[in-house]
């Protein structure tokens, strides 16, 4: 399990970055340290598992196309877990995906945001979810 904790002391957001690519996660993480508790997993099965184990985040930044079952199998194990965690996903994609992505997402109500996602619209979504907690 490839994953990266930066902590930052009183009452930040804690959020949780699944995504495949190491560089990626570690930049968005980096992104929102000052402002946030960054937890990042490279694979959808290391999310479920921190989930599962108790983990608490307000928000989880999860990429769509991974090779363990991406977005689409990561919502599904995690609204295995409580109905409160789904509510909690931001999908994010690099675009172009396939038909039955598509339609997952059209289905969902969760936020998708394109990659590569501004710092200051991350910020703005993380803020948010922060705030309704």
């Not at 199998?73 to 038909?99: C, H, N, R």
Request: glycine content about 10%; proline content about 5%.
């Amino acid at each position: 399990m490839d994953r990266s904790t930066e902590s930052r002391h009183g009452d930040v957001a804690k959020v949780l970055i699944v995504d495949d690519e190491p560089l990626v996660g570690r930049a968005l993480a980096r992104g929102l340290s000052r402002m946030s508790n960054v937890t990042v997993v490279t694979s959808v099965s290391d999310g479920i598992d921190l989930i599962a184990a108790g983990g608490c985040f307000d928000v989880i930044l999860c990429d769509m196309l991974m090779p363990d079952g991406g977005g689409m199998g990561f919502y599904e194990a995690v609204s295995k877990l409580g109905p409160d965690w789904t509510a909690k996903i931001v999908f994010m994609t690099g675009g172009v995906f396939s038909q039955p992505a598509k339609s997952f997402l059209s289905r969902v109500d969760n936020r998708q945001l394109e990659k590569p996602v501004p710092l200051a619209e991350l910020m703005r979504v993380v803020s948010k979810f922060h705030e309704t907690e």
